[in-house]
């Protein structure tokens, strides 16, 4: 039994579809069922509830040989803290009080540089890593630079604008990658009952872009001009909290942003194991066109 959280989530639903496709047998912890496909409700189990509640995660876990963990989206908790670490802080304590076997969880990069000390939700959620290896389980943490998918975002403003809006230095090349390689990723440790101990699986797609290099490529793919532009850091936070974000989480996503700035997402070695296959502009024709021109 494997048990997913955030099944749907963009990762969380490709990666489901990858493990029923190979026969798994599935536990889905979910706080909206009905966002599930029907075809998914039927093949796996589904527990309603959010896995940050200490009796849902304490009920999912008996059982479960391997769990795959991915913070939600909680853009109105009081700090990147309290949305990383003290969520997961009652998974890991029925990790392990019912023998969970595996633990595979999204995460940044940056574990171990100076710039990680610093970095907003990142900071956070290396430390989310660090409690639930400290539970004892078999623990890989995934992890990922800026996901292409976040640009579906601005699929509004591309259209209607010309331009997509990010904190990123417009001439910083850097690794991003694409969720279905992030999900294929974390459904192959999950599978894999060989591996002991803790460690990470950097996921670094297979190029390092900067936002103009992608503003380029997106104007190729959609046949029109497009361009980036830099949002100021007040800025940013000012709109993060307009969209309903806490202060605390807008400074941490500010402050991630500042790291990402300063060479965060650069100091991960590129392996050809780190490489992943789909590239930005493929991802482009087949996931952000689509949903610019609906």
């Known amino acids: 039994m494997i048990v997913i959280t955030a099944p749907t989530s963009t990762i969380g639903r490709l990666l489901v579809d990858d493990l029923l496709g190979r026969g798994a047998s599935l ?29 849902v995660i304490d009920r999912v876990c008996a059982g479960a040989e391997a769990v795959f963990w991915l913070a939600p989206d909680v853009g109105d908790a009081p700090s990147a803290q309290a949305a990383y670490v003290d969520f997961a802080r009652p998974a890991a304590e029925a990790f392990a ?52 998918h976040n640009l579906l975002r601005h699929a509004r403003a591309i259209k209607e604008q010309g331009t997509f809006f990010m904190r990123i230095d417009p001439d910083l090349k850097a690794p991003t990658v694409a969720a279905r390689d992030i999900a294929a990723t974390a459904a192959r440790l999950l599978l894999d009952a060989s591996w002991e101990g803790s460690d990470q699986v950097a996921c670094l797609g297979p190029e390092d872009l900067s936002p103009n290099d992608m503003a380029r ?52 070695p590129r392996t050809a194991e780190s490489t992943t296959p789909t590239t930005f502009r493929q991802w482009c024709e087949e996931v952000l066109k689509p949903a610019v021109t609906a």
């Open 27 to 55: 536990r889905l912890v979910t706080r909206d069922p009905s966002r599930l496909a029907p075809e998914v409700r039927e093949r796996a189990e589904v527990v309603h509830g959010s896995h940050g509640d200490a009796a």
């Open 97 to 148: 009080r019912h023998g969970v076997r595996r633990v595979v969880a999204i995460t940044a990069l940056g574990r171990g540089t100076p710039l990680a000390e610093h970095a907003g939700v990142v900071t956070s959620s290396l430390a989310m890593c660090d409690l639930i290896a400290a539970s004892g389980v078999a623990f890989r943490a995934v992890a990922c630079p800026s996901f292409m």
């Open 217 to 268: 490529i997106i104007s190729d793919v959609l046949g029109t001009e497009v361009a980036y532009q830099q949002i100021p850091d007040s800025a940013f936070k000012a709109r993060m909290t307009g969209f309903g974000m806490s202060e605390g989480m807008a400074q941490g996503m500010a402050d991630m942003f500042d790291a990402k700035n300063n060479g965060l997402d650069n100091a991960e």
